[in-house]
């Protein structure tokens, strides 16, 4: 059995064009060091997030009647976001099947999730043009239904930066803005530390594998002390 037909079977669908599958796994470090391939993933990454936000949205609109607009905007948002999708990339072993380009592998390329990310997208969108909406529907939707109970479990899928803006504003009349005081790590396996000040006082650091996720944290952490203020 080759690579492309075990990741098929463990996807749980067959590509009627197989090509389609190998340019969804071609990052563009890779071309010129293969002239046998002539397309990278670029395009389908494209289509697939679109795809996708259909997909999701479709399905939160039908399984969440109770939810506010507010609210699944915010939950889709957890659901598409660049941490997410390289996590599901992770569940296929997408990461130990595309393929890269000598410099792009021994930078780390098979553990970035940004790459992961876009590996999965190009997947749906090949899946997409292989087929049709239903076909990708019900490839994404039992995943992203699991992960949307866990996000409403643990409220994750709140983003915290719009909560503290709103009460930054409404409290104080400033905005919050982040600053990244330091990084440390491997490229393809950073920590970002980020500090929220508002106005001129600093409310919180935090980390996180990416700018975006350590400004959540931070913000999520300013959120209890702006909670605590409330209490005393």
């Known amino acids: 059995m080759t690579d492309l037909e075990a990741l098929q079977k463990r996807i749980g669908y067959i590509f009627n064009n197989p090509d389609l599958l190998l340019q969804a796994l071609t990052h563009r470090s890779s071309l010129n060091e293969n002239y046998e391939l002539t397309d990278d993933n670029e395009r389908l990454e494209f289509l697939g997030d679109a795809v996708l936000d259909l997909v999701a949205t479709s399905l939160l609109f039908r399984q969440f009647t109770d939810l506010s607009e507010g609210e699944l905007t915010c939950l889709r948002s957890a659901l598409v976001r660049t941490e997410q ?5 992770s569940k296929f072993a997408l990461g130990q099947r595309i393929i890269l380009g000598r410099g792009e592998e021994g ?9 992961l990310c876009d590996t999965f997208e190009a997947l749906v969108g090949a899946i997409y043009l292989d087929s049709d909406i239903h076909s990708v529907s019900k ?3 039992p995943l992203l239904l699991q992960e949307a109970y866990k996000s409403l479990e643990n ?7 719009s909560k503290l ?7 104080l009349g400033v905005t919050p803005h982040y600053v990244t005081i330091a990084q440390s790590g491997p490229d393809h396996d950073k920590e970002f530390t980020v500090e929220v000040i508002i106005g001129e006082k600093s409310y919180s650091i935090g980390r996180g594998k990416s700018k975006q996720q350590a400004e959540q944290s931070a913000a999520r952490i300013a ?6 203020k409330k209490q005393s």
Request: hydrophobic letters at 25%.
């Open 85 to 89: 999708l390289s996590r599901l990339a």
């Open 107 to 115: 930078s780390g390329g098979r553990q970035r999730s940004s790459l």
């Open 155 to 161: 409220q994750s899928h709140f983003d915290n930066k």
């Open 223 to 228: 959120l209890k002390y702006t909670d605590t």
């Open 165 to 171: 803006q709103e009460w930054a504003q409404g409290t």
């Open 139 to 141: 490839f994404l939707e």
